[in-house]
């Protein structure tokens, strides 16, 4: 699963990155379209980007984040202190969560289905 928090991390797989250092590696990463602040993609599942209160389809397949996740390995190997997540956020849901947690907002984002993510 490929992740871009708010937060401005990176989390392919269970590397964890600053947006930065990823850029490091990938520097024609376009990031997210204007008003986004979130993506999650999950190949063949969904491609999910969110503004914070609702999110919305991104395409399917993504091949930019197919060739990202294939490299996680190299991602590890350059740069061994990136830390490996506990566990990685999996759900539609928790991100959903993280993105709240994060902004502190008051309000439930919009609950999408996977099916129309």
Not at 34 to 53: C, E, F, K
């Amino acid at each position: 699963m490929f992740q871009h928090h708010p937060d401005g991390y990176i989390i392919i797989q269970d590397v964890l990155m600053p947006l930065a250092e990823f850029l490091v590696y990938e520097p024609d990463y376009t990031g997210l379209p204007i008003g986004a602040i979130g993506r999650l993609y999950d190949p063949g599942v969904r491609h999910a980007l969110t503004n914070g209160q609702q999110a919305t389809g991104g395409p399917l397949p993504w091949p930019d984040g197919d060739v990202y996740l294939s490299k996680v390995e190299v991602y590890r190997t350059r740069h061994p202190n990136f830390p490996a997540m506990e566990q990685a956020v999996t759900t539609f849901e928790a991100v959903q969560a993280a993105i709240a947690a994060s902004l502190a907002v008051d309000h439930d984002l919009v609950s999408v289905s996977p099916s129309h993510v």
